[in-house]
């Protein structure tokens, strides 16, 4: 194992590229939902990202979590002109947190992938309950579970579906670039195909739910819909 210094110097280096030019994010992740640090365990990036051994199974910024295996119900609709298929890499990474599934065990070190990570600690630290009540507030807080879409994507908006084109469907607005939709700060394509992060943006809680931008007035919604 690396010593300490080398780790968190990791770490560091892993969060100052988040935060580089042409990277940059008006919030921060610190204190989020997804913020899993506590006292026990102070290091934010590690809950999903870490600089060595990352998972080499799926495209991602050094992956430091299994990928789900569940089948998912996707969206569908008469009206549709694209359609949505299953879930892609950069959704998947999303999904493998919020489809709420306990998968089996796929990391070796006898926990389901939802709680175990594949370096550091193998897990969150138990001992301090602020990382549990960010997702569990129907144990901490006597509310319901948040954040949990399930396996059933009918009912939510698809993803991983190719943006249409004009002559597909005059409805939506045409992004400045066709791959990449109208960038940072707004709503992004992954290839030319709509993912989660195409409306949310995981490093930045700004906008409540993690939104690229706000959607007052469904602002974000009209950024591709004009009808």
Not at 68 to 74: I, M, S
Not at 99 to 126: E, R
Not at 173 to 193: A, C, F, K, M, T
Not at 194 to 199: I, L
Request: with cysteine; charged share 15%.
């Amino acid at each position: 194992m690396l010593p300490r210094s080398l780790h968190v110097a990791g770490m560091i280096a892993m969060a100052w590229t988040l935060s580089a030019p042409g990277v940059s994010r008006a919030g921060t992740i610190v204190g989020s939902r997804h913020d899993l640090s506590t006292a026990g365990s102070p290091e934010v990036c590690v809950w999903c990202h870490t600089p060595h051994n990352a998972n080499q199974t799926i495209t991602a910024p050094l992956w430091n979590r299994s990928v789900t295996t569940a089948t998912f119900t996707l969206y569908s609709s008469p009206t549709m002109d694209t359609n949505p298929g299953t879930p892609r890499p950069v959704s998947l990474l999303c999904l493998g947190c919020h489809d709420g599934v306990l998968s089996p065990d796929q990391t070796g070190n006898g926990q389901d992938n939802k709680h175990a990570l594949l370096n550091y600690h193998g897990s969150p630290d138990y001992t301090s309950d602020p990382n549990c009540e960010r997702c569990h507030t129907d144990i901490w807080g006597g509310g319901e579970r948040v954040l949990v879409l399930g396996t059933d994507l009918s009912n939510d908006h698809p993803i991983s579906m190719p943006y249409p084109s004009p002559a597909q469907d005059p409805g939506f607005n045409q992004p400045p670039d066709p791959q990449e939709g109208w960038g940072e700060g707004s709503v992004r394509l992954v290839d030319g195909y709509v993912e989660c992060v195409s409306c949310h943006d995981v490093h930045d809680p700004d906008n409540d739910p993690f939104l690229n931008q706000s959607n007052a007035a469904s602002s974000l919604c009209l950024v591709c819909h004009n009808k």
